[in-house]
């Protein structure tokens, strides 16, 4: 059996044209049914695929595995833990069976019972249980924006950014899925009109619009992934809102980097999409220069050619679109991430969650951050209902979107949705 979902291939399912989750896609994510157990999924248009009820009927059968046990889990490590070999077989098949031609289900009506479920009609949960975290600082015209805001606008990079993907270690335990709510963290701030810092609930509530990637294969202590089978590693990407606390942040950092102000909340979109779905559209990264070290060389197209957009909502008023980026822009692309983490022997494992950082374009409409966006609060957002804003005010809820376009083929992530409770 090869693995390769034609780009020509049509659902029996009835899917929009402009979904973004046709056959070709075949996400993967984590879903309960009326409080049932969770199960692990796959998607066609607006109907979630339950993968256990294909497996206890026998749609899976056909791929002789020694064990099926990863179709009844929880979450999806264990799937991911098998290796690309089983779950591009395993994506093959599932598109197989939904192909417009293939009867096998299609008339089956008491298996299509259990099988496909209404979007409407589940909740999605987290897709995988995070071990380790990191955020990268990958996008030039982020670290460009915030170098002129907050040091010298002569040297806005500092001099290694152009030599290391820089990163930090995050925390994985406030990485929740969409439609969490998330409330405004307290911390200590300290304006620079204040002699002394005071406590309180953070008034510099941002978002930050990243991917996210999951690296699918674990390696040992001591060993180092190379360059140029790093992608091999990755299993799939999700949206990432890493929320901030700006003020938290800015009195925090010196000396260690973010902390409180980065780790009240972050949240994902809720199926991952794999890299294999989204290999149509890679593309080449920015020229890098000076040139980077040999370790982090790499030839050809690496980067993503992925269409983002942020909204706001304020409370009972329409969204507003703030800003629309795209992921072809990353300095750094994945592949020298992953690099880069392991050169010194870091091990990393199945189920590992890698952020971008923030995704800014070249644009002003195309920031990645509320903090450039409004330039430090200097120029106010004005959104549809006549409201302005400079950071996200309590009760906003921030919506993030991402997808591919090329030709007919549309491959697209849904969105990530989080509502900014008040300080508890």
């Given at each position: 059996m090869h693995n390769y979902i034609d780009l020509?291939?049509?659902?029996?399912?009835?899917?929009?044209?402009?979904?973004?989750?046709?056959?070709?896609?075949?996400?993967?994510?984590?879903?309960?049914?009326?409080?049932?157990?969770?199960?692990?999924?796959?998607?066609?248009?607006?109907?979630?695929?339950?993968?256990?009820?294909?497996?206890?009927?026998?749609?899976?059968?056909?791929?002789?595995?020694?064990?099926?046990?990863?179709?009844?889990?929880?979450?999806l490590?264990?799937?991911?833990?098998?290796?690309?070999?089983?779950?591009?077989?395993?994506r093959y098949r599932i598109a197989e069976v939904f192909e417009q031609f293939n009867a096998e289900l299609k008339n089956n009506a008491e298996a299509r019972k259990q099988?496909?479920?209404?979007i409407e009609e589940v909740e999605m949960l987290m897709p995988v249980k995070v071990g380790d975290y990191t955020d990268f600082y990958s996008s030039i015209e982020h670290a460009t924006n915030v170098g002129k805001m907050f040091r010298d606008p002569d040297n806005a990079l500092l001099p290694n950014w152009k030599h290391i993907p820089v990163g930090y270690h995050g925390r994985s335990s406030s990485i929740v899925v969409s439609g969490t709510?998330?409330?405004?963290?307290?911390g200590q701030t300290k304006s620079d009109t204040e002699s002394s810092p005071s406590y309180g609930p953070s008034r510099l509530m941002d978002f930050e619009l990243e991917m996210a990637f999951i690296t699918g294969k674990k390696t040992k202590l001591g060993e180092q992934v190379n360059i140029d089978n790093a992608e091999e590693y990755i299993f799939g990407l999700v949206i990432f809102n890493d929320l901030s606390a700006r003020d938290i942040q800015k009195w925090e950092y010196v000396p260690l980097g973010p902390f409180l102000g980065k780790n009240f909340g972050s949240v994902i979109s809720p199926w991952i999409v794999t890299l294999e779905a989204l290999s149509p559209f890679k593309v080449e990264g920015p020229k890098q220069e000076p040139a980077v070290l040999p370790y982090l060389n790499i030839e050809g197209a690496h980067n993503l050619d992925v269409n983002l957009e942020v909204g706001l909502e304020p409370e009972n008023s329409e969204e507003t679109?703030?800003?629309?980026?795209?992921?072809?822009?990353?300095?750094?692309?994945?592949?020298?991430?992953?690099?880069?983490?392991?050169?010194?022997?870091?091990?990393?494992?199945?189920?590992?969650?890698?952020?971008?950082?923030?995704?800014?374009?070249?644009?002003?409409?195309?920031?990645g951050s509320m903090l450039e966006l409004s330039w430090k609060g200097t120029k106010p957002l004005k959104l549809k209902d006549g409201s302005e804003r400079k950071f996200i005010q309590d009760n906003d809820t921030v919506v993030m979107r991402a997808y591919?376009?090329?030709?007919?083929?549309?491959?697209?992530?849904?969105?990530?949705?989080?509502k900014i409770l008040p300080a508890k």
């Amino acid at each position: 059996m090869h693995n390769y979902i034609d780009l020509n291939w049509k659902s029996w399912l009835e899917v929009d044209p402009n979904s973004d989750f046709p056959i070709q896609n075949i996400p993967f994510g984590v879903f309960t049914y009326k409080g049932k157990r969770p199960s692990i999924a796959s998607r066609i248009g607006n109907w979630v695929i339950d993968l256990s009820a294909m497996e206890r009927h026998g749609y899976f059968s056909n791929l002789e595995l020694e064990d099926y046990s990863f179709f009844h889990s929880k979450c999806l490590n264990p799937f991911i833990a098998k290796g690309k070999e089983i779950t591009n077989k395993v994506r093959y098949r599932i598109a197989e069976v939904f192909e417009q031609f293939n009867a096998e289900l299609k008339n089956n009506a008491e298996a299509r019972k259990q099988i496909l479920l209404k979007i409407e009609e589940v909740e999605m949960l987290m897709p995988v249980k995070v071990g380790d975290y990191t955020d990268f600082y990958s996008s030039i015209e982020h670290a460009t924006n915030v170098g002129k805001m907050f040091r010298d606008p002569d040297n806005a990079l500092l001099p290694n950014w152009k030599h290391i993907p820089v990163g930090y270690h995050g925390r994985s335990s406030s990485i929740v899925v969409s439609g969490t709510p998330i409330y405004r963290p307290k911390g200590q701030t300290k304006s620079d009109t204040e002699s002394s810092p005071s406590y309180g609930p953070s008034r510099l509530m941002d978002f930050e619009l990243e991917m996210a990637f999951i690296t699918g294969k674990k390696t040992k202590l001591g060993e180092q992934v190379n360059i140029d089978n790093a992608e091999e590693y990755i299993f799939g990407l999700v949206i990432f809102n890493d929320l901030s606390a700006r003020d938290i942040q800015k009195w925090e950092y010196v000396p260690l980097g973010p902390f409180l102000g980065k780790n009240f909340g972050s949240v994902i979109s809720p199926w991952i999409v794999t890299l294999e779905a989204l290999s149509p559209f890679k593309v080449e990264g920015p020229k890098q220069e000076p040139a980077v070290l040999p370790y982090l060389n790499i030839e050809g197209a690496h980067n993503l050619d992925v269409n983002l957009e942020v909204g706001l909502e304020p409370e009972n008023s329409e969204e507003t679109t703030v800003c629309q980026s795209n992921m072809k822009y990353l300095y750094w692309s994945m592949a020298q991430q992953l690099a880069h983490h392991t050169v010194n022997g870091c091990n990393i494992n199945v189920g590992d969650m890698y952020a971008s950082g923030t995704i800014s374009g070249p644009t002003e409409d195309s920031y990645g951050s509320m903090l450039e966006l409004s330039w430090k609060g200097t120029k106010p957002l004005k959104l549809k209902d006549g409201s302005e804003r400079k950071f996200i005010q309590d009760n906003d809820t921030v919506v993030m979107r991402a997808y591919a376009k090329k030709n007919n083929l549309r491959i697209g992530f849904g969105e990530v949705s989080t509502k900014i409770l008040p300080a508890k």
